[in-house]
């Protein structure tokens, strides 16, 4: 799979019933931008609210999984997310006239077909990828659901159902990869025993329902008051038990297409991370509480990863730029010139580097006995490798000078000592607007964050 964050090429539209509420629903694929993600737009409600998908707006699980944001829902997303992410689509924007997507058949394949019809082009930004590197699990000891995943070189699950009945069985579903998706698992159908059916019919659900958006496992007796039922809202005059337990002679497209389906659902339930996966997820008896509840698990884990991320760097190799270039880009003198190196440095972000020494002045008076770099020249060596990356876009630095203009959300999270390299890195927010950088910048040193805030400087001109 590329690198590169991938979207559509054009808006594509399908139409088909709601499964719960039997309406017809209208559904408009659209490109969106780089690091937008998945989100669902209600076009039907005053001010086409935006729910984003993400398993931090996820309500219920009852007959799908159900996201709501501000009062404003969407039932049943999964299977949408998942042909999504089977094509290895990273920012999608969904329009919506009502709460449910369509039903269509059951599965991902109409919704497959749509996106391909609009055709997937590659951005111009790398994606995010939550790379496993040890095994994260979560169990639920009243049903017995258990997720895990595991290190691996591609995105790789594996479902394990057991309904305890004779009818369905033991079923089991890999895909190695997720370019496997289309072939293996799209077509996969949605499926329901009796008795569940019966329930949802008392409750007045299921308006959309049809034989061929579902598979039904008969696994009780049939009664004739449940077979009128059933001839009444799937609109047919027989309705017949097929000799593999299947209502209506529905022919399977797989013998294991029920494992098969819920691989589909890990897929889009885990869609709900906002991060794409590169590990092996086994999953003992899915249903999509379980699923979204570790996706809940994982999403915190890949929030504090990126918190505490440190980046690696070979302070062996030569530098980008050593401190007499840096003097050549920077006005800044000893004793108050606080970046040594420069070790990366493009149109968007810097890296450099400060090798702390006892031999700074400050330390004789801070603290004598107890040496720390102050948290304040360490936001001025961020903002120093700021100003290289802003002065970098000047064809003459030395006319001008730097000044502060801002800086937000300062939080320092360890000391700095004598003998610390303090490494740098600085990305812009904003694009550089007529010398004003505006930028997230983070300290990190001994492999922790010690440093972190948002600053905003301008470069003026020096008057001759």
């Not at 629903?25 to 998908?53: H, N, Q, S």
């Not at 890195?425 to 964050?449: D, S, V, W």
Request: net charge negative; glycine share 6%; proline share 5%.
């Amino acid at each position: 799979m590329s690198n590169y964050q991938k979207t559509i090429a054009k808006e594509v539209s399908l139409s088909g019933v709601g499964l719960h509420t039997g309406n017809i629903v209208t559904m408009t694929f659209k490109p969106a931008p780089v690091d937008f993600g998945f989100a669902f737009e209600r076009i039907d409600l005053e001010g086409r609210p935006i729910i984003e998908a993400k398993v931090e707006f996820v309500t219920t699980t009852q007959r799908g999984t159900n996201i709501e944001k501000n009062g404003v829902r969407v039932n049943t997303s999964e299977h949408v997310l998942a042909a999504a992410v089977g094509l290895d689509i990273d920012n999608l924007l969904i329009q919506i006239n009502a709460a449910e997507p369509p039903i269509m058949d059951g599965s991902s394949k109409y919704f497959v077909e749509a996106l391909e019809a609009a055709g997937i082009v590659e951005q111009d930004v790398e994606r995010d990828v939550f790379i496993v590197k040890e095994v994260i699990s979560y169990k639920d000891e009243e049903t017995g659901s258990e997720i895990m995943i595991m290190p691996s070189d591609e995105y790789e699950i594996t479902t394990m159902v057991d309904f305890g009945t004779k009818i369905l069985g033991t079923q089991n579903a890999t895909i190695h990869s997720i370019k496997e998706f289309k072939k293996e698992i799209a077509n996969a159908r949605t499926f329901s025993f009796l008795h569940e059916l019966e329930m949802l019919l008392d409750s007045d659900l299921i308006k959309g329902g049809d034989l061929n958006n579902a598979i039904v496992y008969v696994d009780k007796e049939i009664s004739p008051e449940t077979i009128e039922k059933l001839k009444v809202i799937f609109k047919k005059d027989k309705v017949n038990v097929s000799p593999n337990g299947i209502l209506d002679n529905l022919t399977l497209h797989w013998a294991n297409e029920a494992a098969r389906h819920k691989l589909l659902d890990v897929i889009g339930d885990l869609a709900l991370i906002g991060t794409r996966i590169r590990g092996k997820v086994i999953a003992n008896k899915p249903g999509h509480k379980i699923n979204t509840l570790f996706a809940k698990k994982l999403a915190n884990i890949i929030k504090c990863e990126k918190r505490n991320y440190v980046p690696k760097f070979n302070l062996c190799d030569p530098p980008l730029m050593d401190i007499h270039q840096i003097m050549e880009v920077l006005p800044h003198r000893p004793p108050f010139l606080l970046i040594d190196r420069i070790l990366e440095l493009s149109d968007k972000h810097v890296v450099g580097m400060k090798n702390v020494t006892m031999n700074e002045s400050y330390f004789v008076g801070h603290f004598p006995g107890a040496p720390v770099m102050p948290g304040v020249l360490q936001v001025e060596a961020m903002a120093q490798c700021g100003g290289v990356l802003v002065l970098n876009t000047v064809p003459d630095p030395h006319n001008y000078l730097t000044y502060f203009m801002k800086m937000d959300n300062v939080k320092f999270k360890q000391k700095v000592l004598p003998g610390d390299t303090l490494i740098i890195k600085a990305e812009l927010i904003t694009p550089i607007r007529r010398g004003i950088c505006h930028m997230q910048a983070f300290g990190y040193a001994n492999n922790k964050l010690v440093v972190e805030a948002e600053l905003m400087a301008q470069i003026v001109r020096i008057n001759n």
